[in-house]
């Protein structure tokens, strides 16, 4: 049963953005859980509280006598301006401030994060008070089936452009029929003459004991039927949604393409940008992690709930925090695996199916089961977002021109390479084709050249990246040294701020001083005919500053970053900067010993590539590849085994630097 604290709370203050008082002190809180009828809105808060306390090493008794208050997030009232669809607040703070010698301290402020949620058609829906909603128990609810439903009908409706207008586009060379919505009819394998139509996609992992697919032993008997009772639960998922939204044609790859045919493969592989592009919709498995599984029948995760009658008799929801995932970081099952990412981002309309929750992303909006607030509208928001108007980068520019470079394809690469590179990848030489989709689609926006991975009009910043040494030599040859893909990366190591491109791609968009370096000409062979695929070979011509590592005339020893050390960089102060200006500071791609590393420097070279503004504070900084050389006729083809930032002071980056040509394959 509610206390009386929690049956008093005053909805509508919250919408003036006040402070409100809830418990006059820590102590009574933690009274009022101590007894037998707990108030589970209070029992909520306080293990927030206490796991905070717990997390910081903080004093419990600092609190005692400080008063327990509650308000909205400062941003969800500032953003009621920025969203699409407004429907009232959701998420409310408690927090309590640490009180000592009679004033209270900030910065020992502790927070509990709770939702509010009501009933869609209730008083306090309608009027605009309460965004949050409940969450249905199963997605296969019809409820979930409406509000899809609902949010394809607003995109379709209102974005226009900026999710890709739908038209009518030849269908892929294979489909699935799902039938009609009534079921009398069993799915089947359509050869299509690519005439025109509407399709949904499935973007899902595949699972360690997948074998449900399609090969030429039984590409007849797919054609005549693919039984709803033999499919496994993910695609028997699919087939029911997409008949719910309405659709007729589903394409999943395991089924569609030939998995014994490696001709057919790299064909289809192709033409999957079009495919997924092109899709009215694409489902997305998130809370599956293999075939097997399925999306629609299991039990949701449910937050802790408790319902709380007002003094008003109006009854609320109460709950702890759903989460809305960003589909990035590895933070659900597909946004795990390599493969998904350019399904994602390609995909004009996702409607994803979570551990808690359906969510839609398009590329305008984002639209949540458990808050009918239209999601992340902000400015920063727009960073976080992968997919946000990854097909129509002009029109974001144009309604966020401050965030013109993020919308620029370059640096919309740089950022979902920062993804993938983590992501898991069963086959390896598949680096490059699982993200090929992504690569064309950049190419056609800039018209740019492509070369495994990099963008060689943009060497100054492609071939920068660097993985603080977490990165380990594949079986097989996939990719040159110079580019990302060589490198496969080491399980569990990669945090999510351990991007391969995190030293130019920041937020605070570091900008290039002098390109140091010029492209001589540079060479790929394919070992097929697409030149988005696996690769052969490759290498790369380029002039510039050249310097022994040896021959570094800087009188501090070199700093050599990895993921195993603390990060320090030119580019700092304080705990992450250097306390000497002449430091070369080393990323090795492989770890090695420090001894081993130290070694490696004796022979290693030294060549700038460019010289960057960090900030006002920061140092100078070239930098440069790491290159080891390798024997040959020629005495000047190398290989890349990191980066290095050498400071610009007091002329070390300028004298005795020789001027050379080289080769790096």
Known sequence: MACDCCKSLEIGRLLNADIVPHHSSFNELEACCSTEDCCPLCDCILQQFE???????????????????YCIPRYAWERRDEVEIWHGVSEVDFFVDAQEDGRYDKPGRISARVELFVARGSKLADSGIISGRPTSPYAHDETCFQLARKWRDTCLGKHGKSCLEVTK?????????????????????????????????????????????????????RQRLISLKDMPQTFYDAVITTRQLGYRYLWIDSLCILQDDHKDWVAESVRMREYYKHAIITISADSASGDDVGFLNHRRVDPEVCKITLASNVEIGVRTEIGCPTFRDRDTY???????????????????????????????????????????????????????????????????????????????????????????????????????????????????????????????KALLWTNRGAGKAPEAYIAPSWSWAALEALPGVLSPTDDLYWNIVFHSYPEIEERRASLISHEIVMKEEDPFGCVSSGSIWLRGRSLLARDWQGKTKPYLNSYKVPYKSHRWEGDMGLDNLDVLVCYFDIFEEDLIQAKLLDVTLMFQISSWIWNRNAVATALALLLLPINDHSGNTYRRVGIVEVPIVDGLAEENWEIKDICIV
């Open 51 to 69: 796991a905070k306390i717990h997390q910081r090493r903080i004093e419990p008794d600092r609190y005692n006598k400080a008063k327990v208050l």
């Open 169 to 221: 586009r030849a269908l892929p060379t294979r489909i699935i029929d799902v039938g009609p919505a009534n079921g009398s009819h069993e799915p089947w394998l359509r050869v299509t003459k690519r005439e025109k139509g509407e399709w949904v996609a499935l973007s899902h992992c595949w699972g360690s004991t997948s074998n449900f697919v399609t090969d030429s032993g039984n590409l007849m008997a």
């Open 334 to 460: 597909v946004a795990r695996r390599a493969w998904t990412l350019q399904e994602f981002v390609l995909a004009p309309r996702s409607l994803l199916y979570t551990s808690e929750q359906i969510v839609w992303e398009c590329h305008s909006r984002k639209y949540c089961e458990s808050d009918d607030n239209s999601q992340a509208d902000s400015w920063d928001d727009n960073i976080d977002c992968m997919k946000r108007f990854f097909l129509t980068p002009f029109i974001g520019g144009d309604q966020f021109p401050d965030l013109q470079e993020f919308f620029d394809p370059y640096s919309r690469w740089y950022s979902l390479v920062n993804d993938y590179f983590s992501r898991d990848l069963t086959i390896k030489k598949d680096i490059l084709p699982a993200i090929s989709g992504l690569a064309r689609e950049i190419q056609k926006q800039t018209g740019k050249t492509y070369a495994a991975g990099i963008w060689i009009e943009d060497i100054h």
